[in-house]
């Protein structure tokens, strides 16, 4: 990656970037940094720790693109999950200006292909001053990699048959979609539909329409039809006897689209 011209196209938007060859996990380093500034990048080639949501680790081999954006936020708490909803839209954005089908799993899993592969993770980490976002794009060919949450397979813009493959130009367009979503969305306090966010959530969302099963915490499932989203991002998933139950997290895995 060209750090240098990352920095340089940047510069205008980010407070700074930093690019390093490998780490632990980007999403770590930040939060362990003391007085990081709004809207600092820390991008890697590699991760040898990466994170999951709740608590899983997320295979991070070289030839992807992960990084993490600070945040110093003054939005209420019930609209933070947005920004990792925000992340997926930015993430889908990029892969479509490549020529690869892209769609969003509820709430942030990029769907890759006519076969819905599962091609970046999402993960927010709170901190005494605001928020760390982190991304990992799936970018080069994947060998072996463990199935995720539901069975879902892993692929990447490679395997999609993406149209370009730079690391850098794809970081800049990643970089470049957050912000250019990130900046309203901030502006109207968090507001998702001021925003115009709920909105072009919405279009990208393949979930909703989708006959899911939602696998809770707990041990227990919802199973359901996916039909709307509330404006804190909680997906609201009607039962076979016809109640709507509003559920704020837990893993979905799509059953069959509804007619």
């Known amino acids: 990656m060209d750090a240098v011209e990352l920095q340089r196209r940047m510069a205008s938007t980010y407070s700074g970037v930093e690019v390093v060859a490998s780490t632990g996990s980007t999403n770590a380093d930040l939060v362990a940094r003391d007085d990081v500034p709004d809207r600092f990048v820390l991008v890697a080639s590699e991760q040898t720790a990466g994170q999951g949501r709740q608590g899983r680790s997320w295979v991070s081999p070289s030839g992807g693109i992960y990084l993490s954006v600070h945040y110093l936020l003054a939005v209420p708490l019930s609209r933070v999950q947005w920004l990792t909803?925000?992340?997926?839209?930015?993430?889908?954005?990029?892969?479509?200006?490549?020529?690869?089908?892209?769609?969003?799993?509820?709430?942030?899993?990029?769907?890759?292909?006519?076969?819905?592969?599962?091609?970046?993770?999402?993960?927010?980490?709170?901190?005494?001053?605001?928020?760390?976002?982190?991304?990992?794009?799936?970018?080069?060919?994947?060998?072996?990699?463990?199935?995720?949450?539901?069975?879902?397979?892993?692929?990447?813009?490679?395997?999609?048959?993406?149209?370009?493959?730079?690391?850098?130009?794809?970081?800049?367009?990643?970089?470049?979609?957050?912000?250019?979503?990130?900046?309203?969305?901030?502006?109207?306090?968090?507001?998702?539909?001021?925003?115009?966010?709920?909105?072009?959530?919405?279009?990208?969302?393949v979930t909703l329409g989708q006959h899911v099963r939602v696998e809770l915490a707990g041990q227990t499932e919802l199973q359901g039809t996916a039909r709307y989203l509330e404006g804190d991002g909680t997906l609201v998933v009607r039962d076979a006897e016809g109640l709507d139950h509003s559920v704020p997290a837990g893993d979905v895995v799509h059953l069959r689209a509804t007619s």
């Open 85 to 205: 909803m925000l992340a997926g839209v930015a993430l889908v954005k990029v892969a479509q200006s490549v020529g690869v089908e892209a769609g969003l799993k509820w709430p942030n899993d990029l769907l890759l292909g006519p076969h819905q592969r599962k091609g970046a993770g999402v993960l927010a980490s709170t901190t005494a001053r605001g928020v760390v976002l982190g991304m990992g794009l799936n970018v080069q060919p994947l060998g072996d990699v463990p199935l995720g949450p539901g069975g879902l397979e892993a692929t990447s813009l490679a395997d999609e048959g993406a149209s370009l493959l730079d690391d850098t130009e794809l970081t800049a367009r990643l970089l470049t979609e957050l912000a250019r979503l990130e900046e309203p969305w901030r502006e109207h306090n968090g507001d998702p539909f001021a925003s115009g966010l709920h909105e072009e959530y919405r279009k990208h969302c």
